[in-house]
């Protein structure tokens, strides 16, 4: 293993830093070794080892919809019935869960 002889410096929102050294503290690894563990995936990967982009879609603002707007909205979703295309609610709570971390 190469000696650890670098520091980094880095300014982090307080709140982030607490919940994710809480997390780290839980799984017992202390912050250094998780960053090391992270730059040593951006070398692996060569690049971040997640994906960044923006979403694909946003949610609908139903309030600002008109009344067209809406019923067009109406109209998808109830041909998402007609067709199959649904989600039991459990998974789609499960999903939300998974992707806010709750």
Not at 9 to 17: C, G
Not at 37 to 51: A, E, H, N, T, V
Request: proline letters at 6%; zero cysteines.
């Amino acid at each position: 293993m190469a000696t650890k002889s670098s520091n980094l410096y880095a300014r982090i929102e307080p709140d982030v830093k607490e919940q994710a050294e809480k997390i780290l503290s839980a799984l017992g690894i202390p912050a250094s070794n998780a960053i090391n563990m992270f730059y040593k995936q951006i070398i692996l990967q060569r690049g971040l080892p997640f994906d960044v982009k923006l979403p694909s879609s946003r949610p609908v603002n139903m309030p600002a919809l008109s009344e067209a707007e809406l019923n067009a909205e109406l109209e998808k979703g109830y041909a998402a019935i007609k067709t199959g295309r649904t989600k039991e609610a459990s998974a789609v709570f499960a999903d939300i869960r998974k992707d806010y971390n709750l």
